[in-house]
């Protein structure tokens, strides 16, 4: 609001104040009284978005009743954290569960020096990206290569089914459920899309279960995502496009646009092969969230009422994808829709 206007203007009083003058003074303090009112308006809802649990950057907070810490330095990772066994592994990083001050965390070590730089473009990530969608970084130490972590006990989305089979989870195990996981995954991607560094394309997904392996399940079931190592960024300004990593990808997982698009007589080459968009990320939504989504009573169900959307998130030509946020909005109407019937059923019941 530049032209807000800024009171206390200093000058000596008038003695008698003209009727034109008190007219200008009245029409000043209705401006004023405007303008208060118009910050009201449209500054107070943009602040009462963001979230008051979040801590400032550079700190955490574990769980919601502790105080905000700041991120744990080498000294502290070497002396304070204990590590204790290993819960999973990637291409990049090696996971341990750990007790860093009788709680338990996630400590990633790098697995090779080749891959530091992913493993550095994902702490940048991380540090960058904190937020209800992200998983919550602890704290890290480039000199040793390690990056500490909230620890999820249900993992990643890979053992998703085991976890929902287990009795603890069974009931769990509902459509509602999943349509919500699949709604939080879509609220990742659509939060990648339009992150605060700019649109960043999440490159490691070039198969279903790499892709599961990069996002955790919480323990209230929602989804974040963990790893961060291959966020490029899309500039459209600039017409800077993306590929994901430098060799070829095969597969329909991945996007049309990913394949080597001159047949099998030419061989690949990666500096001739086309660079891509954030769309690449909306080809895969409807196989992630039909995975999500599972063999429960009702999945089909709900896999129906998302068919038109899926349809066009599989459209050959990435510009006719929808964004990840017409994925949301069109799940979310799904979920409120599916929920309304199944009320007013219920109720036609007792
Ligand atoms: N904070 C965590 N809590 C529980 N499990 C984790 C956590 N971080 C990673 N893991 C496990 O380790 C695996 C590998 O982690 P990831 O960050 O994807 O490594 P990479 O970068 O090498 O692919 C994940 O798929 C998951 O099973
Ligand atoms: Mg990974």
Not at 208 to 229: C, E, G, H, R, W
Not at 242 to 248: A, F, I, S
Not at 302 to 323: G, M, N, W, Y
């Amino acid at each position: 609001m530049e032209t807000r206007p800024q009171g206390g203007r200093k000058g000596p009083p008038p003695r008698d104040v003209p009727p034109v003058v008190g007219l200008l003074l009245s029409m000043a303090l209705m401006n004023a009284l405007l303008y208060l009112c118009l910050d009201w308006l449209f500054i107070s809802p943009r602040r009462s978005t963001e979230d008051p649990t979040r801590c400032p950057y550079g700190h955490f907070r574990m769980g919601l009743t502790s105080n905000c810490s700041p991120w744990l330095s080498c000294e502290q990772l070497r002396t304070e954290v204990r590590q204790m066994k290993r819960v999973g592994e990637g291409a990049v990083k090696r996971v341990f569960l750990s007790e860093w001050k009788e709680r338990k965390v996630a400590l990633s070590r790098l697995t090779r020096l080749e891959v530091r730089d992913d493993f550095l473009h994902g702490l940048r990530m991380l540090k960058s990206l904190q937020s209800e969608h992200v998983v919550t970084l602890l704290g890290y130490c480039e000199d040793d290569n390690s990056i500490l972590t909230e620890y999820h006990p249900l993992g990643s989305l890979s053992s998703l089914e085991a976890t929902l089979n287990l009795s603890k989870y069974r009931s769990t195990n509902t459509w509602q459920h999943r349509l919500q996981l699949a709604l939080g995954y879509v609220a990742i991607i659509d939060f990648l899309h339009r992150s605060p560094l700019g649109t960043l394309v999440m490159c490691d997904s070039s198969d279903l279960p790499k892709t599961l392996s990069q996002y955790l399940l919480t323990a209230n079931f929602s989804i974040v995502l963990n790893d961060l190592d291959a966020l490029p960024l899309v500039n459209r300004s600039t017409g800077a496009l993306v590929k994901c990593g430098h060799r070829e990808l095969r597969g329909d997982f991945v996007a049309p646009e990913q394949l080597w698009p001159y047949g099998e007589d030419v061989p690949f080459h990666d500096d001739l092969m086309p660079a891509y968009d954030e769309k690449i990320d909306i080809w895969k939504i409807p196989d992630v969230s039909s995975f999500l989504l599972g063999h429960v009573e009702g999945s089909d169900m709900v896999r129906f009422h998302l068919f038109d959307i899926h349809k066009a998130c599989k459209s050959q030509t990435p510009a006719e994808r929808p964004t990840a946020q017409d994925v949301l909005d069109t799940y979310q109407k799904v979920l409120n829709l599916l929920r309304d019937t199944v009320t007013s059923q219920t109720r036609e019941m007792l």
